[in-house]
T-cell receptor, first 110, second 119 residues
């Protein structure tokens, strides 16, 4: 039962363009949503989060949008840079644990 | 301050053996969570310990177990290893249970992981 889904396993974007990573969830009880970024041979690092009572949160080049009616969230990276190339995991929080998606590998090419 | 430290970083075992992985959390963090990462499955929650007590458990068989010591360091053990146990095992620490983001103060901080290969 995959409660958090990232349906695109990979995404390729040109440097300077917008990257949009998507995530769908099934449980209306999630209260926070987070994005983590993972480079090879490193652990995931926290990127940005959004509370379920908000619909947008912005931090520099990163913006997360939450559409509760569609049970969908997205991460926008503008402008994309080669250093953004990594695997991105979305995660949703129940009161007592984080549930992660399967990840999307983003490649930003020059 | 030092991050989350996991040892060993890489290990190879054969089927039927057991393995113990270690995690030292960030100083002051009392919660330690363990996740298994495999291709196509993302990060799957194993269990979480807080103040030496298991507070939450994922859907893994009883061969997967863990414990936490009084200094918050944690170990996980996998007995009777199977080929499907080959994965990256990630440990994460946080100030409180559950891992969330209250003004950025309580997110999970991950270690680099222990890569287990079962032959």
């Amino acid at each position: 039962d995959q409660q958090v889904k990232q349906n695109s396993p990979s995404l390729s974007v040109q440097e300077g363009r917008i990257s949009i990573l998507n995530c769908d969830y099934t449980n209306s009880m999630f209260d926070y949503f987070l994005w983590y970024k993972k480079y090879p041979a490193e652990g995931p690092t926290f990127l940005i989060s959004i509370s379920s009572i908000k619909d947008k949160n912005e931090d520099g080049r990163f913006t997360v949008f939450l559409n509760k009616s569609a049970k969908h969230l997205s991460l926008h990276i503008v402008p994309s840079q080669p250093g953004d190339s990594a695997v991105y995991f979305c995660a949703a929080r129940k009161p007592d644990k984080l549930i992660f998606g399967t990840g999307t590998r983003l490649q930003v090419f020059p | 301050k030092a991050g989350v430290t996991q040892t060993p970083r890489y290990l190879i075992k054969t089927r039927g053996q057991q393995v113990t992985l270690s995690c030292s959390p960030i100083s002051g963090h009392r919660s330690v969570s363990w996740y298994q990462q495999t291709p196509g499955q993302g990060l799957q929650f194993l269990f979480e310990y807080f103040s030496e007590t298991q507070r939450n458990k994922g859907n893994f068989p009883g061969r997967f177990s863990g414990r936490q010591f009084s200094n918050s360091r944690s170990e996980m053990n996998v007995s009777t290893l199977e080929l499907g146990d080959s994965a990256l095992y990630l440990c994460a620490s946080s100030l409180a249970i559950g891992g969330a983001s209250y003004a950025g103060a309580n997110v999970l901080t991950f270690g680099a992981g222990s890569r287990l290969t079962v032959l």
